[in-house]
């Protein structure tokens, strides 16, 4: 079983960029799709974007343009390019396998922290 490592988070000013990258402990070769997550409180959890086997990507409507998904096979590593930074974006963001039906026992990484604001 893989498992997640999120890390890059941070304070950043609207308008601003972050990296965010996500450490598997194992390979990442044969998981076909590969997403990225953010929780707010009070909310559920979002799908922000999808990278597949192919190098192909998805992201929701609300980031579309802005951020960039993409991993590195040999590194065992993906990672989230979030560029031009809006405040409805704080969020902590999460790594995983894509799940299109998440179960409430899914085991989800510690996170990382993503504060937009002035």
Known sequence: QVQFVESGGGLVQPGGS?????????SILNIYVLAWY???PGAQRELV???DSDGLTTY????????TISKDNA????YLQMNSLRPEDTAVYYCNK?????PEEEYWGP???V????
């Open 38 to 40: 953010r929780l707010v």
């Open 111 to 113: 996170g990382t922290r």
């Open 115 to 118: 504060t937009v604001s002035t």
């Open 98 to 102: 894509f799940i299109p039906t998440i």
């Open 18 to 26: 972050l990296r965010l990258s996500c450490a598997a402990s194992g």
């Open 60 to 67: 929701s409507s609300s980031v579309k343009g802005r951020f």
């Open 49 to 51: 974007a999808t990278i």
């Open 75 to 78: 590194k065992n590593t993906m």
